[in-house]
């Protein structure tokens, strides 16, 4: 099946910095999503990314599909992002109906 | 109610207890999703429904039952649960059943197994 790695695992930063994370996986995929989840499980949708670039105010995510890899940057960064962040991908049907989550990246942000 | 809700959102319940997750979601969506995230594992899809029809089981065992009523209710039905069963309880849903639809998850249901 497919595999999806997240760097780095674990990422500090003081409030304001920027920060980029990155997600590799091993095959094409149809579907690319970035969650965030909140210190309470919830898992918030922050981009569907298969290709391309998006914006959503101090969020952006870039897809490069034909170099297996998307990145997340976070800009101006602030204490409520802290949380946990997930690359989850779909690939072709005969991977099954799943997306395949990568470990995430823990992003603590200090005040 | 907006988006995808489950409840309850924490449960503890012994290893011969029989209790039922519930998730509904509220888009319109015809697929629905069960997902386990155990500590320091990644989600793992245990469960797959389109238009109240179950069309994936990824090797779940029997003291988990899954329901679907109609297409905006998902049950999980657990009975004689282990320790090791202790997880955080994802439900999802997406517009229609294909890998390249967005799927939105609920808030999740914490579950604890004494």
């Keep these: 099946g497919i595999q999806v790695e997240q760097s780095p695992p674990d990422l500090i930063l003081q409030e304001g910095a920027n920060s980029t994370l990155r997600c590799n996986f091993s095959d094409s995929v149809n579907n690319l999503q970035w969650f965030h989840q909140n210190p309470w499980g919830q898992l918030i949708n922050l981009f569907y990314i298969p290709s391309g670039t998006k914006q959503n105010g101090r969020l952006s995510a870039t897809t490069v599909a034909t170099e297996r890899y998307s990145l997340l940057y976070i800009s101006s960064s602030q204490t409520t992002d802290s949380g946990v962040y997930f690359c989850a991908v779909g690939g072709f049907m005969e991977y099954g109906n799943k997306l395949v989550f990568g470990a995430g990246t823990i992003l603590r942000v200090k005040s | ?114």
């Design chain 2, 1 to 114: 109610e907006t988006g995808v809700t489950q409840t309850p959102r924490h449960l503890v319940m012994g290893m011969t207890n029989k209790k039922s997750l519930k998730c509904e979601q509220h888009l319109g969506h015809n697929a629905m999703y069960w997902y386990k995230q155990s500590a320091k594992k990644p989600l793992e899809l245990m469960f797959v429904y389109s238009l109240e029809e179950r069309v994936e089981n990824n090797s779940v065992p029997s003291r988990f039952s899954p329901e679907c009523p109609n297409s905006s209710h998902l049950f999980l039905h657990l009975h004689t649960l282990q320790p090791e069963d202790s997880a955080l309880y994802l439900c999802a849903s997406s517009q229609r059943l294909n890998y390249y639809n967005e799927q939105f998850f609920g808030p999740g249901t914490r579950l604890t197994v004494l």
